[in-house]
């Protein structure tokens, strides 16, 4: 389990990882870009961090490799945001909403890990930031997060068919969650 970036009176580059087997933290080289309010996505063993806030809007993408203990910089995401939305399917790492001045974004772009592009995908139904996002079987769930009410929606982008899907809403509207 790893913890990156984040805020505690600056803006953090730090990574920690956890394992459970030992009950330990240990610090491993920090992000190159340090930041808050990022997405994190895991494909291929290898760690993205993507997106974020230290005082302006960021499209970086950098790569952890856990084994070599190293970060390697990846082509910019189209659109530099924050409170992104990040979740991972056979090697695709899809950011999804996010916030960009003032602007609640619905647009989703995916990172193929193999070939270091970006490309846009289709948006979401339902701008949104500081949503959850997650995989389940190849499809990409965003739910709730914030365009100025908070949202109980549901959303499920299939990576394959490449369309959106409106699913049942949440019973409890909310922001800055986790799924």
Known sequence: ???VGGY????LGTVE??????????TKTAMPTPRDSLGVG?????LYAIGGWNGSYLNTTEAFDPVANTWTSKAAMPT???YVGVGASNG???AVGGFNSGVSLAN???YNTLTNVWTKKAPMPTARYAHATGVVGGVLHAVGGY???YLATAEAYDTVARTWTTKASMPTARAGHAV
């Open 108 to 110: 989703v772009e995916a």
């Open 92 to 94: 695709v790492v899809f």
């Open 80 to 82: 530099p945001r924050y």
């Open 8 to 11: 505690n009176a600056g803006h």
């Open 17 to 26: 990882a956890y394992n459970p087997s030992t009950n330990a933290w240990t």
């Open 42 to 46: 895991v494909a291929g063993g290898v």
């Open 1 to 3: 389990l790893y913890a």
């Open 147 to 149: 365009n100025g009410s």
